[in-house]
């Protein structure tokens, strides 16, 4: 599925000093009229001022019915934002959440907001209409939604994993995935999400290494902790 650059009206309304409002918000109320949908924090970065200057880029999947063959089926679509200057509080509010699903919409109706975050692609996990449970007690994506799985970044979802994840969704915590050897598998700590974005973490060695890394402030959310901040 090929990317293409989002150009929302209302991502261009602005605040003071230019930085904007928060745009997971902004987004989500103009894809209500989607009957699903999800926003990713596709990536974060900070850039060095007197006053810091903080960005967030998101990547939206909308979905929208249509009958195909004489059975109703979802087509989806992924478009993917610029870079949105925000407050550092905003920034905050989502540094842990990098690769993460912080806003979304089900078929059922159900909604998520960022105290739910949780890895992309598990909001379709114990859907028979887009998988099932194979050997081994893992999740499988039919082959028309292999997007699905490649959200995961080859990460395979257990029963147990997927019943942590419903518990945390219904109890408003973030989940990131199982936890081995201690750390997390999915978020801005996470080991999977070192794999899959490592232009974010080369920047932020590069930061280090010259003293201005994402260090110094370590940001405790319910359910993890990141060192990514000023």
């Avoid at 509080?89 to 842990?96: D, G, H, T």
């Avoid at 159900?110 to 999740?139: D, I, L, T």
Wanted: net charge positive; hydrophobic share 30%.
């Amino acid at each position: 599925m090929n990317y293409t650059r989002l150009g929302l009206l209302l991502l261009l309304v602005t605040t003071g000093c230019g930085r904007a409002p928060d745009p997971v918000q902004q987004v989500s109320r103009d894809l209500e009229r989607y009957p699903e949908y999800a926003v990713v924090i596709e990536d974060l970065k900070m850039e060095e001022a007197f006053f810091p200057d903080y960005f967030l880029k998101l990547r939206l999947t909308m979905a929208a019915g249509q009958r195909v063959a004489g059975r109703d089926t979802m087509v989806f679509e992924e478009k993917l934002t610029d870079w949105l200057e925000v407050t550092e509080e905003v920034f905050a509010r989502y540094e842990n959440y990098l690769g993460m699903v912080v806003a979304s919409k089900s078929l059922d109706g159900k909604r998520s907001s960022p105290r739910q975050a949780h890895p992309a692609g598990y909001q379709y996990v114990g859907n028979s209409q887009y998988g099932q449970w194979g050997g081994g007690g893992f999740w499988q994506f039919y082959g028309q939604y292999a997007f699905m799985s490649s959200m995961l970044g080859g990460h395979r979802v257990g029963r147990g994993d997927y019943d942590d994840f419903r518990r945390n969704r219904e109890t408003g915590r973030p989940h990131y995935g199982p936890v081995n050897k201690g750390r997390q598998t999915f978020g801005t700590a996470g080991t999977q999400t070192q794999k899959t974005k490592p232009n974010f973490y080369q920047r932020n060695r590069q930061r280090t290494a010259s003293g201005r890394g994402f260090t110094s402030r370590s940001t405790t959310h319910s359910g993890g902790t990141s060192r990514f901040g000023k």
